[in-house]
């Protein structure tokens, strides 16, 4: 034991950069070594523990290398929170939970904020598992989860993990404005150029999501939120993500997601990450004809599959059927929703697609068409007042003919279909 003691004393020296807790780690551990194995101080030869402690030492480094990383990443998501996986720092401790925003099958979702700290609020999901396996393979992926940083993906800030109750508490971005759902519930018109924009959002988080090694699974339009205001498209509820990075060709088994949104394979067998642009074009096709192709109410299950796995959709009867809805568009839709996973075209090309290359750099549709209306009723008062002064009925003819070619003029700088 006393040769231990000089071997503490020897990493410490050693090691002088390590604060008081890591200092206190450390000679615990070698400790803890010599009470549980006392002839293992025996066997080491002087001639090796100069090496023992450059081991240890090494390792001690890496720890401190470590903590330094996970520091920086956090200051680059733009939050000091870590993810706490000890039990005894319970969610109650740092959140305050509010009113309940959400809830479907074994979770619910919850408004919160920091205790003491109301600058800033979250929203936390609540999930319970059946057993301590499935949630220490749960916590793997959501604390790779909270790496994820993308303008068009619900940010992870936290992870609180409760063994003893079988609980995970995911503190998430809380973000404003409507879902997809509830914009096509209301038959809240929207434009050709905010559906185009809604799509490649989404469409863009999908293909980060599937570069980082995820599959969302459970990408619907309840999962999709729209802010007009404020100009921004995210994807939510990332729990039911997969993590299939170390295995990126590995097929998935387990059924997940709102039914209505489940691609072919999914109800046949294995699937993979095409199962997530599937479901894309299913919102596409809602926002293009307010409808989905296959879901009537009333239909349970089995007549649900059917028509999934089975039905063809009549592309030429909707194109007769819906004059506003392009044959570009209709284009995008068909090839997201291919039957055969491995026909349907990727989130990748699907935002090189000519429907999605045509982003606007005006703000939205109606507004461009409020400033045109309004800039030209402008001009139009001001002719009328200088006709209504013109001296001669001659004078007044070639007033309006200028007039007329000056609104024509606005008329082409202001049109709303601007591209670039």
Known sequence: MTEFNDLNTSILSSQSGLSQEERKSAIESVSFSASSSPKLSQRIK?????????????????????RKDSIMRDQEC???YTSRKNSEQMFENFYEKLEKIGEGGNSCVHRCRRINDDSQHFAVKITKFSNEEIILSETDTSNRLLKLSHPNVCKAYDLFVEKSFNTTYLIMEYINGQTIEQWIQQKQTI??????????????GIDYLHQQGFIHRDISSSNVIYDRDCKKVKIIDLSTCKDNKFSPHRKLL???GNDIYRAPEMFEGAYHQEVDIWAAGLILFQLLFQKHPFFESGDDQVVLVQKVTQQEIDWDLLQKTNDKVSPCQIDLCQEMLKKNPSDRISAKQALRHPFLKQRLCSKDFSFETRVKSQSIKSIMRIKSCEEFTSETNTKTDTSLHSSSQKITSVEENLSPLRYF
């Open 46 to 66: 002087p001639s090796k523990k100069k090496d023992l402690i450059k081991l240890i030492g090494t390792v001690v480094k890496l720890e401190q290398t470590r």
């Open 78 to 80: 733009g939050t000091n």
């Open 254 to 256: 387990t059924v997940i």
């Open 191 to 204: 434009e050709d150029n905010e559906i185009r924009f809604i799509m490649n959002g989404l469409l863009e």
